[in-house]
């Protein structure tokens, strides 16, 4: 069976904008339930509010790493909270290099995609064009990154995934494009189908809930 692990922030979690206390999208809506078929098994390691994780945090996710090993791939995105929180985008670039590299060290026999998530808009937690600016750059960063560690690179804009009212978070058709994008990404996929039936492994920090 195939695993793919997807480490990312709320929209890799399922994160719904409508409410105002943490809640998700259902399993069916998030893009994370999507890809998954009766060959593949889908480990979300998605957080709320993740940033690119600092130096002193890798030991967490090597542990995270090698306790599912062997993973076939791991999709990583992540740099939409750094980008709110004003971080340059050399200062991103320079994070995601330590981070991707510190993945490729403790799962060398995994692909891993960079994913560029969508470009921000206008919205309830975006309201600045520098923001915006930036979050169109961020691709091209991230592409000449994955170009450096030889990794794959996916770049999420291309593949018309729609935000809700706060211009960051992805609506229920939003996640539908992304996992069609995403499946079209994958090494070896062929077809953009998924099954809704499968193996999807939830982690947050409380702890590991398999459904």
């Known amino acids: 069976m195939r695993r793919i692990l997807c480490l990312g922030d709320s929209n890799t979690y399922g994160f719904d904008p409508r409410s105002y206390i943490g809640a ?11 890809i998954r078929n009766p060959e593949t098994e889908v480990i979300n390691f998605g957080e709320n509010g993740l940033c690119i994780p600092a130096a002193y945090l890798f030991p967490v996710y090597r542990t995270l790493l090698k306790r599912y090993l ?9 740099g939409s909270n750094d980008l709110l929180a004003g971080t340059p985008l050399t200062e991103i670039s320079d994070k995601m290099a330590g981070f991707v590299q510190m993945v490729k060290d403790s799962a060398p026999d995994s692909d891993i995609i960079l994913v ?3 470009h921000m808009q206008l919205g309830e937690w975006v309201q ?4 915006i600016k930036r979050s169109s750059e961020l691709g091209s960063v991230y592409k000449a990154l994955a170009d450096r560690l030889a990794i794959f690179f996916a770049d999420a804009e291309k ?6 009212y706060d211009g960051v978070h992805f609506s229920e058709d939003g ?14 996929n062929k077809t953009e189908e998924s099954s809704p039936s499968g193996q999807l492994t939830d982690c947050t920090q409380e702890g590991v809930n398999t459904k």
């Open 159 to 164: 593949w018309h995934v729609s935000l809700t």
């Open 128 to 131: 600045s064009q520098e923001i």
């Open 116 to 118: 560029s998530p969508p």
């Open 24 to 34: 998700r999208y259902p399993e069916g809506i998030r893009w994370t339930s999507l």
């Open 70 to 78: 062997p993973i076939s791939t791991i999709i990583i995105m992540l």
């Open 175 to 188: 996640h539908r494009a992304f996992a069609t994008g995403i499946l079209q990404s994958l090494p070896g």
